[in-house]
């Protein structure tokens, strides 16, 4: 068996082959490959930053106030711009008499009305006073009796011309669960939800659970 010669410590090393990857040091200034360490990774933000719709009116609309609100300081533009990208089921519609009850109010009688969204017409309304109001669309009775009144009905890049900051300006908005599918929500008993049924009469859901007097009542 050949015997092992130890070797000399003057003899040189040979060099190992260095990994091809930078070794991460106590040096600050090493530059190294980190890895991704974010306390929301791969949470995406579900907000809109732009409408769904392809209306190129609304897209215009959208680039008007995506400017005013990064060029201004006012508040106003950034909410006119976020409700510019709601659904149409979060941008109800706003009647005359809406626009009354908020306008009757001390010292807002002066003001111009800013519904983003659709004005609608309330027959239920007898007398209606001069206002301005900007919106989105106008039904043509809601306009006329805007118009009739003494007051003007304009669009919301009129009111961009007139108002940059948006000032001497109400802005309102509709009854968002006024939908006739919203009284159907809800969960368990007790809870006053609509049924869906074709009629209320007496053949309809009248058994056990739906009457006193046959059994319980839910």
Known sequence: MPRLIPRSQSEPRKKKRRSPHRQLTD??????????DLNRHHVKGTHRSNPKSDNVYLKLLVKLYRFLSRRT??????????????SKINRPPVSLSRIVGNINKDGEEKRTVVVVGTVTDDNRLLTFPKVNVAALRFTNTA????????GEAITLDQLALRAPTGSNTLILRGPKNAREAVKHFGMGPHKHKKPHVVSK?????????????RGFKV
């Open 201 to 213: 009469g007496r053949k309809f859901e009248r058994a056990r659970g739906r009457r006193r007097s």
């Open 143 to 150: 306009r006329a009796r805007i118009v009739k009144a003494g």
């Open 73 to 86: 300081d006012a508040n106003f533009n950034k909410v006119v711009l976020r409700r510019l990208f709601m």
């Open 27 to 36: 040096n600050p200034t090493t530059t190294a490959a980190m890895g991704i």
